[in-house]
């Protein structure tokens, strides 16, 4: 039981390069989400989804996409990487609940530095 | 939207009990509190949640008065690997979809020998 799964762990690009970062789970939760955390900063969630083939933006969407075409895998995209994604980003997943605060389950992060 | 307000910074010393506030004014009827971990370079980590009163789990204590608009976590006998970031999230009310969970900027919690 691997629990959230983030692909690459680290990753260099250029400005205007494109790349996607793989979120998996293996829990069978139905929320994931997208955060990116910058030095010194709290969390602030980019995009999120509430089951297979939906998805919504969060508090900070511009500049990104996200699809959930499986129900365990949530990817996050760049399609032209500027120097202010440079960042840390966290994916987590969480269970369906009657409550609106689910316990969430992070991933390790994927540090991505734009040049 | 529910916003949580934290104080920046706590400093403590080992063996100490802890306690960081949240206020959250907005919270709404059917949210829940619940409190994160987080360490240098990992993800959060779960530690507690409640929705009134006080919850009391193996690692800390959750207090929440009757108006819930703040909490209280409790950290008892403190020890050096409890340094981290504290988080205290809450759900928010006017999202159109319960789920989307906003953290706030946490309070950085120095536990010293």
């Known amino acids: 039981n691997a629990g959230v799964t983030q692909t690459p762990k680290f990753r260099v690009l250029k400005t205007g390069q494109s790349m996607t970062l793989l979120c998996a789970q293996d829990m069978n939760h139905e929320y994931m989400y997208w955060y990116r955390q910058d030095p010194g900063m709290g969390l602030r969630l980019i995009h999120y989804s509430v089951g297979e083939g939906t998805t919504a933006k969060g508090e900070v969407p511009d500049g990104y996409n996200v699809s959930r075409l499986k129900k365990q895998n949530f990817l996050l995209g760049l399609e032209s990487a500027a120097p202010s994604q440079t960042s840390v980003y966290f994916c987590?997943?969480?269970?369906?609940?009657?409550?609106?605060?689910?316990?969430?389950?992070f991933g390790e992060g994927s540090r991505l530095t734009v040049l | 939207l529910a916003k949580t307000t934290q104080p920046i910074s706590m400093d403590s010393y080992e063996g100490q009990e802890v306690n960081i506030t949240c206020s959250h004014n907005?919270?709404?009827?059917?949210?829940?509190i619940t409190w994160y971990q987080q360490f240098p370079s990992q993800g959060p980590r779960f530690i507690i949640q409640g929705y009134k009163t006080k919850v009391t789990n193996e690692v800390a204590s959750l207090f929440i008065p009757a108006d819930r608009k703040s909490s209280t976590l409790s950290l008892p006998r403190v020890s050096l690997s409890d340094t981290a970031v504290y988080y205290c999230?809450?759900?928010?009310?006017?999202?159109?979809?319960?789920?989307?969970?906003?953290f706030g900027s946490g309070t950085q919690l120095t536990v010293l020998p």
């Open positions: 999230l809450v759900g928010d009310p006017h999202s159109g979809s319960a789920r989307q969970l906003t």
């Open positions: 987590a997943s969480s269970p369906l609940k009657d409550s609106n605060t689910g316990e969430l389950f």
């Open positions: 907005n919270i709404a009827t059917n949210d829940y």
